[in-house]
């Protein structure tokens, strides 16, 4: 079955230092999409990317599908004390929006 | 935004007795729920399928008599832990997709199930 995975799983920086995580999926994905989880909360969705290739910017995030749709990056530039927390990525190989979740990466900021 | 409610956020039980979990979807139809479980520091595992009006769709591994799923309308899917052990002790979440102008998935806020 598809398998999502993804890298580092735990990274700790100085607030103010970038961070960036990965996702790689064993198929080709119709769509991937990433949440934040916030310690003791549940998954916020923080965006999809669905064209091969395709980069998005919010605020400080960047997100970006690679050209094979098979992997994706988030990207937050200059770390904030208020960014930590698990980023899941999640693909799709459907339409039907049944997700795989990868491990998620922990993000720890030291202000 | 779209809000997806889930009741309880917390329950203890005692092994052998059912927990019913709700999954409502407040201010838009979902005719597609998902039933995801998380253990401690663990990603999200997709249980189940959740589909208005038929029945559930069950992931491998994931035992149909033992996680009942009922999605009778269309704002509301519910998950019932059935006889339940200290091993399904965990931490249950649903989404509804919302199928509106660009389709998005929105996650409840969780039940941690803890059996005695």
């Known amino acids: 079955g598809q398998q999502v995975m993804q890298i580092p799983q735990y990274q700790h920086v100085q607030e103010g230092e970038d961070f960036t995580t990965y996702c790689n999926s064993s198929?080709?994905?119709?769509?991937i999409q990433w949440y934040k989880q916030r310690p003791g909360g549940h998954p916020v969705f923080l965006i999809q990317?669905?064209?091969?290739?395709e980069v998005k910017k919010q605020k400080r995030l960047t997100f970006q599908f690679g050209e094979a749709k098979k992997n994706s990056s988030l990207h937050i530039t200059a770390t904030q004390t208020t960014d930590v927390g698990t980023y899941f990525c999640?693909?799709?190989?459907?339409?039907?929006?049944?997700?795989?979740f990868g491990k998620g990466t922990l993000l720890t900021v030291n202000p | 935004g779209a809000v997806v409610s889930q009741h309880p956020s917390r329950v203890i039980c005692k092994s052998g007795t059912s927990v019913k979990i709700e999954c409502r979807s407040l201010?838009?139809?979902?005719?597609?729920m998902f039933w995801y479980r998380q253990f401690p520091k663990k990603s999200l595992m997709l249980m189940a399928t959740?589909?208005?009006?038929?029945?559930?769709?069950?992931e491998q591994g994931v035992e149909k008599d033992k996680f009942l799923i009922n999605h009778a309308s269309l704002t509301l899917s519910t998950l019932t832990v059935t006889s339940a052990h200290p091993e399904d002790s965990s931490f249950y979440i649903c989404?509804?997709?919302?199928?509106?102008?660009?389709?998005?998935?929105?996650f409840g806020s969780g039940t941690q199930l803890s059996v005695l």
């Open positions: 989404s509804a997709l919302s199928q509106g102008v660009g389709e998005k998935l929105f």
């Open positions: 198929t080709t994905l119709s769509n």
């Open positions: 990317l669905v064209k091969s290739g």
């Open positions: 999640a693909g799709s190989g459907g339409s039907n929006y049944k997700l795989t």
């Open positions: 201010d838009f139809q979902a005719t597609t």
């Open positions: 959740s589909n208005e009006g038929s029945k559930a769709t069950y």
